[in-house]
């Protein structure tokens, strides 16, 4: 009560988390969130589950593919974007006051009919391997994926991604994947923050939320093993032809 928030459960296991806020006058927050992630899966599927999300807003939404989906949005104040991270998967988002029920929309058909279509994956990894090919060039680049890789102790879920590594995507995993991380609504947390009434909202949640399907799946995320180099490790990075230099100290522990 002291921090202004209040959590429901609806009938079909969804817990809501909702705080009414006058920070601003047509703005509501949303994020529903779940454990798992990319965590839970192999190291073969690393690509396909790392990129699921991306590709699935690639393809669409519901029986739009991207290009009729935008246009249908073009006059509406809401947007959706889904994520898969290493220990979570979930939605975020925004809406207008008035577009609150179509957000809601956008979050139901996210999880009861979403969209991953082959082609939206092959534009999208094709896209993807053109940016991966520019940055590559760029020194600064090298040294971020070189410091990360180094961080994990070289672990393979941390390697640098590049354009022949993203061949690993596999149509059939990404959509099989995508469901899976999407198919348990009941697991998932909802978060509201906005200039939103509770009493116009709730039987909208309810609605929208709240008939969500059920599924009896218990699940958190896996501990992937990615730790710190113990010790000293120096790492020199030469890329480019300019001169110039980065140096990060990093100090890690319990």
Same mark, same amino acid.
């Given at each position: 009560? /002291?921090?202004?928030? *209040? ?24 994020? $529903?969130?779940?454990?798992?992630? +990319?965590?839970?899966? *192999? ?13 699935? @807003? ?6 739009? /593919?991207?290009? *009729? ?5 073009? #006059? ?20 207008? !006051?008035? #577009? ?6 956008? %979050?139901? %058909? ?20 053109? @940016?991966? *090919?520019?940055?590559?060039? /760029?020194?600064?680049? $090298?040294?971020?994926?070189? @410091? ?13 991604? &590049? ?6 995507? #596999? +149509?059939?995993? !990404?959509?099989?994947? +995508?469901?899976?991380?999407?198919? /348990?609504?009941?697991?998932? &947390? ?6 939103? #009434? ?9 609605? +929208? ?23 000293? %490790? ?11 230099? @980065? ?8």
């Amino acid at each position: 009560k /002291d921090l202004g928030y *209040e959590t429901w459960t609806l009938s079909n296991g969804v817990k809501v988390v909702f705080k009414q806020t006058d920070f601003k006058a047509d703005e509501i927050l949303f994020e $529903a969130q779940s454990f798992g992630g +990319y965590s839970v899966y *192999e190291q073969k599927d690393d690509i396909s589950s790392k990129y699921a999300a991306d590709i699935a @807003m690639e393809s669409g939404l519901g029986d739009f /593919d991207r290009s *009729e989906y935008q246009k249908f949005m073009s #006059d509406k104040n809401a947007r959706i974007q889904p994520y898969i991270g290493e220990t979570t998967e979930g939605i975020t988002g925004s809406c207008s !006051v008035n #577009d609150f029920e179509l957000l809601l929309q956008l %979050v139901h %058909v996210s999880f009861t009919k979403p969209r991953v279509s082959e082609s939206a994956m092959k534009s999208y990894i094709n896209k993807e391997k053109g @940016m991966l *090919e520019n940055s590559m060039l /760029d020194p600064q680049s $090298a040294w971020s994926d070189t @410091m990360r890789w180094t961080m994990s102790s070289n672990h393979p879920r941390r390697r640098p991604v &590049t354009p022949e590594i993203l061949d690993e995507a #596999d +149509y059939k995993r !990404v959509k099989s994947i +995508y469901a899976q991380r999407f198919g /348990d609504p009941g697991n998932f &947390t909802f978060y509201f923050v906005g200039n939103i #009434d509770p009493k116009t909202a709730k039987p909208l949640i309810e609605k +929208y939320l709240g008939s969500l399907p059920v599924v009896e799946r218990n699940e958190t995320f896996k501990d992937l093993g990615i730790r710190p180099p113990k010790g000293i %490790v120096e790492k020199t990075v030469n890329k480019g032809k300019d001169a110039k230099c @980065m140096e990060v100290i990093n100090f890690h522990g319990a």
